[in-house]
């Protein structure tokens, strides 16, 4: 269990570590602060954040429930599945933020000509990326962990249930990169679905923008993937 608190800590710190390079990078050489960075590391940890209080929320709600007679009818057991079902599509929407650091990569916060040296530039993209594969990786080890109490509860390893809800959340979080990096999406455009719908349909009839979204979406699934089985299959057997 300490090796799981310190892990959790590691991401808190390396948020911390990705927001104070960006605000010194503006007070040591003079350049503008780009907020934009300082606003995703935020939206990047919020489905951290959610993940943990659904989880507490959990644990409080059902002793709750067990403990009144409703629960002998079923209706317990009915408020439960809606409480998992709304607090997990809330997460998911929020879930692809993290993912989206990856996508800073790309130094468009680089003027041409600026007196930040490219060798901290490197160093503040590049653990402004990293924060966001950690909360990522938390975010959804916290989510499978209770996906795996409650649907599937294990008899020794990781239920192969848990292993296909965990692949289909990640590739849902890099299709939603692609929407907020290339059609500008964000989590609560989802308010409007038949507008994003006409807007994604023109964008994938554009020449070769299929093609290109796939492999945007394959690539980025699997470097998720090739990160999170590892990490969570030992944070697992740690906890056990």
């Not at 927001?19 to 503006?26: E, G, T």
């Not at 998992?84 to 933020?97: D, E, K, S, Y």
């Not at 993912?99 to 490219?118: C, D, M, Q, W």
């Not at 938390?138 to 192969?160: N, R």
Request: charged letters at 10%; aromatic letters at 10%.
């Amino acid at each position: 269990m300490s090796a799981l608190v310190l892990g959790a800590v590691a991401v808190v710190l390396l948020n911390l570590y990705a927001a104070i390079l960006v605000v010194l990078r503006s007070r040591v050489y003079g350049v503008a602060l780009y907020r934009p960075m300082l606003v995703n590391i935020g939206l990047s940890f919020l489905p951290v954040l959610l993940a943990l209080v659904f989880g507490v929320g959990l644990v409080g709600i059902v002793p709750a429930i067990s403990s009144t007679a409703q629960s002998a009818i079923g209706a317990g057991t009915l408020v439960v599945w809606i409480y998992l079902v709304v607090a997990t599509v809330l997460w998911l929407l929020l879930f692809p933020n993290s993912v989206y650091l990856i996508t800073e990569l790309n130094f468009s916060h680089r003027a041409e000509k600026t007196p930040v040296p490219l060798w901290y530039d490197i160093v503040q993209t590049l653990a402004l990326t990293l924060s966001g594969i950690a909360n990522a990786v938390l975010s959804l080890a916290v989510v499978q962990t209770m996906f795996i109490l409650m649907v599937d509860p294990p008899s020794g390893g990781v239920p192969a249930s848990s292993w296909t809800f965990a692949g289909v959340v990640i590739v849902l979080g890099a299709v939603g990169v692609y929407l907020g990096r290339y059609l500008r999406f964000n989590s609560w455009d989802v308010r409007h679905p038949a507008s994003m719908l006409r807007k994604l349909v023109a964008h994938l009839r554009q020449r070769g923008k299929a093609l290109e979204a796939g492999g945007f979406v394959l690539t980025h699934a699997l470097l998720i993937a090739l990160l999170y089985v590892p990490l969570f299959s030992l944070a697992w057997t740690a906890l056990l």
